[in-house]
């Protein structure tokens, strides 16, 4: 009796490890905390690990492994399988995705967001621009038009910008600087610390940033229909990791994306808008609104030059920075 007890107990033992053996974990470096930024990944979570039956899961930190500033340098050497960054943070790593942070590129809905950034993340160009840091790209993280919180004086016309100090990276960091503002392009765990210390006056941020960083709790005015344009933020996987999946790994993976995508979009549009015009009034933010004629200089001073020295900058350094700015504007015109 001993014996054959013994011998289940080995069996057991054995078929544990060798289950153990065949699971696949991927590490995920995300930052900060969750929050709509970051519902599509925990979703993609949820429905990889129930379509494999827990047997391929994805084991999501925030923070634990990497800056955020760093987790594209992160992938590249499989120091973790995936991961978000923003293209802004690095505009000299990743060229080509940051065609998509110019301004006032005319997005006006998350769906025009997500669509256009898969057109540019499936070009070619895009793929081996990427490719050189072993990451293929993923999903975008669609985030709405940003707007400007601050404090002291609210800029009310183009002359106000003139020296106002503010937190914004990217295309929307360039069509500011035209139009006379200073941006500085601190990372957005340390956004409430600049504007506290007076590094800043004014903060760039997606309503649900403006939120999880604590901006609205010092800020006094946010101005509502500015929309400089947004920052792109792909959610990136190893290539040798992902080529290692297997074939039923793979699927369940890929096929996620859409119902991670739809769960994304849900979420932002009714449970975080459902907070932000609530919590303007609670705090007593005031808000600026821009009529069209002021609008129309923004665009003025501001798209029309930066898209042009994008465009030239980057075809200098060989990418088909033409094809790819006119690739987006297509596709929004078709959307």
Known sequence: ?????????????????????????????????RRAFTEHVEKLAELVSAK???????????????????????????????????????ADKNPSITVLELPFLGVSTLEQEWDVSMA?????????????????????SPLPQYNIAGVGTPPETLADFEGLTVRATGGIGEALTMIGAVPTSVTSEEARQALDSGIVKSIAFAPHAHMSFGITE??????????????NCPIVVNTDA????????????????????????????????????????EKGIQQISYNEERLAEFREKAAGPVAQKWIEENTARGLPAQELYDLVVSTLSGS
């Open 52 to 90: 494999t039956n827990g047997e391929f899961t994805l084991n999501i930190s925030y923070g634990g492994l990497s800056k955020n500033t760093e987790n594209l340098d992160g992938i590249s050497i499989g120091a973790f399988e995936m991961a978000q960054f923003c293209a802004g943070y690095h």
């Open 120 to 140: 540019v993340y499936n070009h070619p160009a895009t793929q081996a621009d990427l490719g050189r840091w072993n990451a293929t790209l993923l999903m975008p």
């Open 1 to 33: 009796m001993k014996s054959m007890t013994a011998k289940l107990l080995t069996t057991a033992i054995a078929v544990t490890f060798a289950t153990e053996a065949l699971a696949t974990e991927w590490n995920v470096s995300l930052w900060g905390k």
């Open 218 to 231: 010092a800020a006094k005015w946010w101005s509502t229909n500015l929309n400089p344009g947004t920052v």
């Open 242 to 281: 992902l080529n290692a999946l297997s074939d039923a790994e793979r699927d369940a993976l890929m096929s996620s994306i859409g119902e991670a995508r739809q769960h994304y979009i849900d979420f932002y549009e009714n449970e975080t808008m459902a907070k932000w015009w609530p919590l303007l009034e």
